[in-house]
């Protein structure tokens, strides 16, 4: 069954590459993204592939701040490598390790960085060598813009970024309530915990700069997981690995609320329903909650200037 669909779909994948010649990263990826239909302009701005910093951004995400390894003759191991603390995040065919349904919460990721002095071969370099699946960007029926890829891609393998804007605090509410209810919301937030109960929170925004995640739609029931993975700066890369195997043609989703391997505690269940205004959702899963997630921290009346 799945050998003959190929072959019955064969003919339209072919003219999306050979009809439409546009790379929507602009030479900025490893590989070209098509775009599909051919002719069929969108409206997103300016690509980079990596984040940029925005108004009220902390930390620059291009500032080098992590020192490197020094693993010259031995290869980076727990133990030995600085970059490593615990355990090792990737396997030998390059995949994320502890992406099963048994793990709640995601752990920490660090990669090598530009001071390390392990090779470029070091297999705790992944997601910094950029995308290496064929994707494309396509029109979907309900959901606007969507991402596909044309490939097999193995869970736990690393798909693409999200990379946008670093924004903080103040510009993301700005933002937001300049927004109407017809206009998409790109900006995403990303909780933390560290120590003592504290929590680092990062802002980034791809609608006006970003990179081909902001094409991404949620899905209930998302075959994407996003991570947040450090490799020069503090500030994290939002990193989307495969959560399962995923097909050829197959849409790529993830879950726009965060939750890790969507799991729900009650506290989730009862924001489902807050009485504001919702989009509705058509991701088609099983266990779909009919709407968009809602993130009502960014929704907080702007502060006011006090005035003297």
């Not at 504290?198 to 094409?215: A, S, Y």
């Not at 799991?263 to 989730?268: A, I, N, T």
């Amino acid at each position: 069954m799945f050998v003959e669909a190929l072959e019955k779909t064969r003919p339209f994948r072919m003219a999306a590459f050979e009809e439409e010649p546009l790379d929507i990263a602009h030479g900025l990826e490893n590989l070209p993204v098509s775009a599909w239909p051919p002719g069929a302009g969108h409206r997103a701005g300016p690509y980079t592939p990596d984040h940029v910093g925005g108004p009220g951004a902390d930390i620059d995400p291009t500032q080098i701040t992590f020192p490197g390894c020094i693993c010259v003759k031995t290869p980076c191991l727990p133990g030995t490598c600085s970059c490593l603390h615990s355990e090792e995040n990737y396997d030998d065919n390059s995949c994320l390790r502890d992406i099963g349904s048994e793990a709640k919460y995601a752990k920490p990721v660090f990669e090598c960085n530009v001071l390390c002095q392990c090779g470029d071969h070091c297999r705790n370099r992944v997601v910094q060598r950029g995308l290496q699946f064929h994707l494309q960007v396509f029109k979907t029926d309900k959901k606007g813009w969507g991402l596909r890829t044309w490939e097999f891609i193995p869970k736990g393998r690393f798909v693409c970024e999200y990379a946008g804007e670093v924004l903080g605090f103040s510009e993301v509410q700005r933002r937001i309530h300049l927004q109407t209810i017809y206009d998409s919301n790109y900006i995403i937030a990303i909780r933390e915990h560290i120590y003592n109960g504290q929590i680092m929170e990062t802002f980034v925004d791809p609608t006006c700069l970003g990179n081909i995640g902001r094409f991404l739609n949620h899905s209930c029931e998302p075959n994407l997981l996003m991570i947040p993975v450090r490799i020069d700066s503090m500030v994290p890369r939002l990193a989307l690995f495969a959560a399962k195997d995923i097909l050829p043609e197959e849409e790529l989703s993830y879950d726009y609320s965060g939750r890790f391997l969507n799991l729900m505690d009650s506290e989730d269940k009862e924001r489902l329903d807050n009485g504001k205004l919702r989009k509705p959702c058509y991701c088609g899963a099983k266990s779909c909650t009919a709407f968009l997630p809602y993130d009502s921290s960014l929704y907080c009346p702007l502060e006011k200037p006090n005035i003297n």
